[in-house]
């Protein structure tokens, strides 16, 4: 391979230099700082995530809450007393339900045995429903079933998490 002069002198110049080369300064305190302040950024960062997930769950349940406990219209009250009451709340969390399935859905579940505690829950929801046959306007077991429901409602939230709830 042919050198110019070009080539020759930069090729000198290169092999003058001194093959190791110390830096001015100590530079492990940097890099110690910046994993520091890295760390440091990303546990604060966790801490909004996670604060920012419990509000949005605290939203959720409000919001579910005022939709499944608002007043109803007199018009509708006068209609809905007894049993028809307890099959207008159950068909309502029926919708509810069904509809948050279907958004979760494909979603991995952040518990094995989810279904199992819905299950649960929805025996006791039958047993309120028993007890409310022999007394349908209870208003105890009215708050009761619409509870179980909310809590149906929160732990199919709960299990199927957004990915950026997760920390």
């Given at each position: 391979m042919v050198m110019n002069k070009f080539e020759q002198e930069l090729q000198q110049k290169l092999d003058s230099l001194s093959r190791e080369k110390q830096p001015q300064r100590d530079l492990w305190k940097?890099?110690?700082?910046?994993?520091?302040?890295?760390?440091?950024e990303r546990a604060a960062s966790g801490f909004q995530t996670k604060h920012l997930a419990m509000a949005a769950t605290v939203v959720l349940v409000a919001t579910l809450s005022w939709f499944t406990l608002k007043p109803m219209r007199p018009e509708t009250q006068q209609n809905l007393t007894g049993q028809s009451l307890v099959q207008a709340l159950s068909n309502q969390h029926q919708q509810q339900m069904n509809a948050l399935l279907?958004?979760?859905?494909?979603?991995?579940?952040?518990?094995?045995?989810?279904?199992?505690?819905l299950q649960e829950l929805d025996s006791a929801a039958s047993a309120i429903k028993a007890a409310l046959e022999e007394d349908p306007n209870n208003t105890a077991l009215l708050k009761m079933l619409q509870n179980v429901y909310q809590q149906q409602m929160m732990l199919v939230e709960r299990v199927h998490a957004p990915k950026w709830q997760k920390i």
């Open positions: 940097g890099i110690e700082l910046s994993l520091e302040t890295n760390t440091t279907v958004k979760f859905e494909g979603q991995p579940a952040m518990t094995q045995n989810w279904k199992q505690q």
